[in-house]
């Protein structure tokens, strides 16, 4: 028997904005469905997110998640949020020693770019 990994499940109160919210960050979305309902944030061969409609299938139990996604250079990352009108506070250096940079979909679940 084998298992892979397929996806996270989250609800969206107003999913196509959220949808356009991570297109403005510049994360991939894909579309399988053609619509709002079920897409997916980041792609299938590396794993995804799927989003779907709470009005349509109700609230999720699940509760609100953290969604963590590595970037090339982050104070370019940051510098591009912010000239987009993107809400975030600088990258913030890690009592880990890692440096990260925080944020919040309209949603309330909690990105952080690495």
Known sequence: MSI???CLNIGAKQPEMLAKY?????IPLYF???CYDGFHIGSEKEGYVCVWDENKWGKSTAGYVTLVFKVDDLQKTYESLIEKGISATPPQTTAWGGVELLLEDPDGNKIILL
């Open 22 to 26: 991570y297109e403005a960050i510049g």
């Open 32 to 34: 399988p469905f053609g």
């Open 4 to 6: 892979k990994y397929e």
